[in-house]
């Protein structure tokens, strides 16, 4: 067990993984005499693609797909004529993390894969060259980009005007690329919070009773954080604070074609119940996956490259039997018979103490008072009276 406990940590599970998967393997293995390799990966198998919210339920497996626009969100209320919502994908990762390339790869995506009409905001204005990538990027994937100008060269400017062009010239989907720093970084926090207020406010449906544009919270449709597979625990500290401050609905994850396994992944999705939507997979444009939970875990635990390729659902079904014994030997368990009151417990049904010192009994010991009746205690003070009146009358 100690060895499993070392190998989970270092795979940057986490803590609380680590010990669900302990806790777990414990009450697997009692009254067993066998909790051989096989057992451990079909229990491990089980118990990560839980953390990350797998089910078999294809409902619940859509939170790991991409959120678009529908006719139900309405529509911009300066934008009327407008025939069909638009799509806005805000993206934030620290530098280094492929959150520029990543954009880039998914305006391919969805220009091939729907059809659609993209737009690149470059909205990253304090990183050198940053603006030029992503134009480049748009270059590659034969998409627009809308960049900073003398007049709009900040942030929060350069998004306005991205949103005032996406709306009027009938974009369907928004990417917004955002300044990459560390999650510890208060002006950054403030400024991304800031664009966030402005696509809301641009994006409103409705007034208020004052005739104010009412802020229209379910825009973005998507935050999405980029993580390197390889950035271990840092990961799930910069995502923690960008969940409180910014509001994260999901990760993607790049990188996946080095030796990284990606295992802070798992944390991070636990932790703060956020679903992996996409995967980098390598350099180029068309190397960017959605995110298969089974075809993730079974990669991370080397299950399946074998020669059985049904090795997954094997250990899925070794994983139920091993539960449904366990629950069994449960069963089977006899009660313990309760003690009656007045053997040793007192009225309440608990068993009481009372400490003896030097004077009373000598040697320190615990006594036990039993109910309704005369106690040890009790006794002992009596026979030290006896023995005082026979000395008396020796005398």
């Known amino acids: 067990m100690d060895n499993l406990e070392d190998t989970l940590l270092q795979a940057d599970l986490g803590m609380a993984t680590t010990d669900d998967v302990l806790e777990e393997a414990r009450t697997l293995r009692e009254g067993t005499k066998i909790f051989g390799r096989e057992d451990v990966k079909a229990l491990l198998r089980g118990k990560l693609l839980e953390a990350l919210g797998a089910s078999d339920s ?15 969100d309405g529509l911009p209320i300066r934008d009327r004529a407008r025939k069909t919502p638009l799509t806005i994908h805000f993206i934030m990762g620290a530098n280094g993390m492929g959150k520029t390339t990543t954009i880039g790869k998914l305006a391919h995506r969805l220009k091939t894969e729907t059809g659609q009409k993209i737009l690149l905001a470059a909205c990253d204005t304090f990183r050198a060259g940053a603006v030029a990538q992503l134009e480049q990027w748009g270059e590659r994937a034969e998409v627009d980009c809308f960049s900073p100008t003398e007049t709009t060269n900040g942030p929060s400017a350069v ?84 969940d409180q401050e910014v509001g994260l609905t999901g990760l993607i994850l790049t990188k996946l074609d080095g030796s990284a ?42 299950i399946g490259l074998g020669s059985s390729k049904d090795e997954g659902k094997e250990l899925a079904l070794r994983l139920s039997e091993m539960r449904k014994e366990r629950n069994a030997r449960a069963k089977t368990v006899t009660k313990t018979t309760p003690i009656k009151v007045g053997e040793g417990v007192n009225p309440a049904g608990q068993l009481s103490f009372n400490p003896m010192d030097d004077e009373q009994g000598g040697n320190g010991s615990m006594q036990l008072i039993t109910a309704g009746g005369d106690s040890t205690r009790g006794s002992s003070s009596k026979n030290k009276s006896k023995k005082k009146k026979k000395k008396k009358n020796k005398r």
Do not use: C
């Open 261 to 302: 396994k990606g295992g802070s992944v798992v944390a991070v999705s636990r932790e703060l119940d956020l679903p992996v939507k996409l995967i980098g997979v390598g350099e180029g444009i068309e190397d960017l996956r959605d995110f298969e939970p089974e075809s993730f875990i079974d990669s991370l635990l080397g």
């Open 58 to 72: 294809d409902e619940d497996n859509k939170k790991f797909a991409l959120r678009f626009a529908t006719e139900k």
């Open 159 to 242: 998004l306005y005007g991205a949103l005032d062009k996406a709306i009027k010239e009938d974009y369907d989907v928004l990417l917004v690329d955002t300044s990459g720093r560390l999650s510890n970084n208060d002006a950054l926090t403030r400024e991304l919070e800031k664009m966030k207020r402005v696509i809301q406010k641009r994006m409103s449906v409705e007034f208020d009773e004052t005739i104010k544009p009412v802020p229209n919270l379910d825009t973005p449709h998507e935050t999405l954080l980029v993580i390197d597979a390889a950035q271990g625990r840092m990961a799930l500290d910069s995502a923690k604070q960008w």
